[in-house]
Every structure is written in structure tokens, then in C-alpha cells.
Nanobody, 123 residues
Framework: QVQLVESGGGLVQAGGSLRLSCAASGRSFSGYAVGWFRQTPGKEREFVAA????????YYADSVKGRFTISRDNGKNTVYLQMNSLKPEDSAVYYC????????????????WGQGTSVTVSS
């Protein structure tokens, strides 16, 4: 069982930066793939970025490539999402999710979810 807690959301101006954190419980967390997803009202949860457990391979949605960076610190059981050059369209509730077996970036492939943290980017 893995429990995830996101933090770091807030209000920022366009062009600014935020760093989201996803703190996890569980002794085997270093082996889990972790993804960040975002959701706005009335829309399906959207993949943002993911990092695998074994190799640390990273994946990004085209909309955030070059602006967002996902990383992990297994010693702290924490995954980060550094978000730079933020745009108003990045505004959403951001969720982190984990799975013991990475099989793709669809939100249905992730088993454990945090409660979300809200990001608002003003223009």
C-alpha cells in the first residue's frame, strides 16, 4: 500500500515557476513509477509527466515538454515536478499517482493517488 500527499501548489503569474512535491509512504516506493496528472472541471484527467522506478526514465506530455521537469529523491520518498514558464492553461488541480508496474501514461494504469494540489496561473 502506498499513500501519496501532494504539496506546493498555489497562485503564480504567467511566466513564473512552481515546484510540486509528492511525498510517499511505503518501503518499496523507490521501485514504483510515479506520474503527475492534472484536471480541470469538466475535463478528463490529463497526463503531464512520469518517471519510472527502476531506471528513472522520464516521460512528458508535449504541452509541457521543455518547461516541466520530473525528478525523484528515493531517499526522501518524494517525487518533484518543477514547472517553469507557466501559462494560464497550466491552471488545474495536479495529482500524483503511483504504480508498481509501469505500463503506460494513461491515468487508468496508476493504482494509488494523492488528494491533489491546486495550481492557478494568472495572465
Amino acid at each position: 500500500q502506498v499513500q501519496l500527499v501532494e504539496s506546493g501548489g498555489g497562485l503564480v503569474q504567467a511566466g513564473g515557476s512552481l515546484r510540486l512535491s509528492c511525498a510517499a509512504s511505503g518501503r518499496s516506493f523507490s521501485g514504483y513509477a510515479v506520474g503527475w496528472f492534472r484536471q480541470t472541471p469538466g475535463k478528463e484527467r490529463e497526463f503531464v509527466a512520469a518517471i519510472t522506478g527502476a531506471t528513472g526514465t522520464t516521460y512528458y506530455a508535449d504541452s509541457v515538454k521543455g518547461r516541466f521537469t520530473i525528478s525523484r529523491d528515493n531517499g526522501k520518498n518524494t517525487v518533484y515536478l518543477q514547472m517553469n514558464s507557466l501559462k494560464p492553461e497550466d491552471s488545474a488541480v495536479y495529482y500524483c499517482a503511483a504504480t508498481p508496474y509501469y505500463t503506460g501514461n494513461s491515468f487508468q494504469r496508476f493504482n494509488y493517488w494523492g488528494q491533489g494540489t491546486s495550481v492557478t496561473v494568472s495572465s
